[in-house]
């Protein structure tokens, strides 16, 4: 079936590094996606990982990808207060055009 | 900034009326995508068009519809709304899609919010 799962809370302290952890169902998705929503705004591309990649960096975040495990991970370094949204694991499963979201995690920074 | 707009941003209205909500996807693009925020279904697809056709279907209602123009800008209508349809919609487009033997990013607009009353 389709499905992706991610934790729905996420509380670091600013300057620590986040890990937001998510888990997918179709072993044929070819690309994975991490969109990033804040407050009231739409959701905005963070980075997406190809599937025969088992990581990927862009500045302060790092994606990694267990295909055996089904098991993607988007890690924020240095964490700030301006990072405090709602991060969503998506794919687009085999045969499909659609993004499949989870359910989101919602990353607070404290001081 | 995506490149994807979309309006009204916001949008209320009452129990039974019809709104036709506006998406204009990225220049080039020629995929766009319409997708539903809510609290109790979290980001659902709705459906796709691609060059002016209807490529695949979600979780759409009956009462909603939607199109692509040959300018490739597309409208999702929504009608007899009900008070469960008050919700985040997204458009997103991409350069093409995964049926066409791609698997192209899609680039979200802001979403329209709707409320329904």
């Known amino acids: 079936g389709e499905d992706v799962e991610q934790s729905l809370f996420l509380s670091v302290r600013e300057g620590d590094s986040s890990v937001i952890n998510c888990t997918y169902t179709d072993s044929s998705s070819t690309y994975l996606y991490w969109y990033k929503q804040e407050p009231g705004a739409g959701l905005q591309l963070l980075t997406y990982?190809?599937?025969?990649?088992d990581m990927k960096q862009d500045q302060r975040l790092t994606v990694l990808l267990n295909k055996k495990d089904k098991h993607l991970s988007l890690r924020i370094a240095d964490t700030q207060t301006g990072d405090s949204a709602i991060y969503f694991c998506?794919?687009?499963?085999?045969?499909?055009?659609?993004?499949?979201f989870g359910a989101g995690t919602r990353l607070a920074v404290h001081p | 900034d995506s490149g994807v707009t979309q309006t009204p941003k916001h949008l209320i209205t009452a129990t039974g009326q019809r709104v036709t909500l506006r998406c204009s996807p990225r220049s080039g693009d020629l995929s766009v995508y319409w997708y539903q925020q809510s609290l109790d279904q979290g980001l659902q697809f709705l459906i796709q068009?691609?060059?002016?056709?209807?490529?695949a279907k979600g979780n759409i209602l009956e009462r909603f519809s939607a199109q692509q123009f040959p300018d490739l800008h597309s409208e999702l209508n929504l009608s007899s709304l009900e008070l469960g349809d008050s919700a985040l919609y997204f458009c997103?487009?991409?350069?093409?899609?995964?049926?066409?033997?791609?698997?192209?990013?899609?680039?979200f607009g802001p979403g329209t919010r709707l409320t329904v009353l």
């Open positions: 997103a487009s991409s350069v093409r899609d995964r049926t066409s033997g791609y698997t192209d990013t899609q680039y």
């Open positions: 990982i190809f599937s025969n990649m």
């Open positions: 068009y691609y060059n002016g056709e209807e490529r």
């Open positions: 998506a794919e687009i499963p085999g045969g499909y055009n659609k993004l499949i």
